[in-house]
């Protein structure tokens, strides 16, 4: 290692070690509690019922775990399976983006 790499790499970690400990999420701390869920403003589920295309309990389960696990209960809100996520993952299934209506399905136009 030369002279010129080595001031380099020294100028490098005093550059790291300066700026690094001022990078810092400092929005996500004292998140104040005013703006937990309030029931007024969350939005109510499209529609009741039975399921269309979640049918199998097993399925339910598993998708009810996964999005239980990206989206657990705490202070601030319910999870995901409380609100509602299932119903709506089984209507938005049911609907045109389950059939794949918005899909381009025709061959390539050729000679056009």
């Excluded at 002279?3 to 929005?27: C, D, G």
């Excluded at 399976?81 to 061959?107: H, V």
Aim: charged share 20%.
């Amino acid at each position: 290692m030369n002279k010129r790499q080595a001031l380099f790499s020294l100028s490098s970690l005093v550059a790291t070690l300066t700026v690094a400990p001022k990078i810092s999420a400092k929005e996500l701390h004292n998140v104040p509690l005013e703006t937990s869920l309030n029931p007024e403003i969350v939005p109510l589920v499209a529609r009741s019922g039975g399921f269309t295309v979640l049918t199998n309990e097993l399925d339910r389960k598993n998708l009810a775990a996964i999005l239980d696990r990206l989206i657990p209960a705490d202070e601030h809100g319910p999870s995901a399976t409380e609100e509602g996520g299932l119903i709506f993952i089984d209507s938005q299934l049911a609907g045109d983006y389950g059939s794949g209506a918005a899909l381009y399905l025709e061959g390539p136009l050729i000679g056009a």
